[in-house]
């Protein structure tokens, strides 16, 4: 898991660790940690990642755009979600 700014720019589990949490705390880490200097989070997921975008939804992020990208030399549709949060002062 990794944040820039506003922004969750990695958030990768192991396949072992589906299903069993890890997910879901390295989710809220990055939440709570943009939410120390922003009040909306965003990211941005492949348009194929339905699995991930599926999981993002289930914790109230909203797709907000859809826009072109590359990954590996291909044309993709990137997604942007965002989600408001509060930070632990509020």
């Not at 940690?33 to 922003?38: D, M, Y």
């Not at 599926?54 to 907000?64: C, D």
């Amino acid at each position: 898991m990794q944040v820039g700014d506003d922004q969750i720019t990695d958030l990768h589990v192991d396949p072992a660790y589906w299903n069993v949490g890890a997910g879901s705390k390295l989710l809220i880490a990055a939440e709570q940690q943009v939410a120390r200097a922003h009040p909306v989070v965003r990211l941005e997921v492949r348009g194929f990642n339905t699995r991930a975008r599926g999981f993002y939804a289930r914790y109230g992020w909203k797709e907000v755009r859809t826009y072109p990208g590359m990954e590996c030399g291909s044309i993709v549709e990137n997604v942007e979600m965002r989600k408001r949060i509060k930070s632990q002062d509020d």
